[in-house]
């Protein structure tokens, strides 16, 4: 459990960290975009192309961390089938007691 828990961690870190290089790069592209209207394109184009590259690397780790996650959370089941039902009915206890209340 402890093991999942650490996992569940590095997950959610490496989540934060690629949501935080994707709004750093939707920056960029406003920039490019007042550059363009500015300057008219050449330069821009390129750097464009850059942004939209490193985009595709970080949806290609974003689709990695997240078949490792769910890989972890397969081999959770597989290993602790009665707690991982427990921990899902707790979680959808909480929930729907959150839904409620609204």
């Known amino acids: 459990m402890a093991r999942t828990t650490a996992t ?5 870190t490496d989540l934060r960290a690629l949501h935080s290089q994707v709004a750093e790069l939707g920056d960029q592209l406003g920039s490019l975009l007042t550059q363009v209207k500015q300057n008219g394109g050449q330069l821009a184009e390129a750097e464009l192309s ?3 590259e490193k985009l595709t ?4 780790d974003a689709k990695d961390k997240g078949r490792e996650a769910l890989a972890t959370v ?8 009665g707690t991982s039902l427990l921990a899902a009915f707790a979680v959808g ?4 007691g959150l839904l409620l209340r609204r």
């Open 57 to 60: 690397g970080l949806l290609d």
């Open 74 to 81: 397969e081999e959770t089941v597989r290993e602790r089938p």
């Open 93 to 96: 206890a909480v929930l729907t």
């Open 50 to 52: 850059q942004l939209q």
């Open 8 to 12: 569940n961690r590095g997950a959610e």
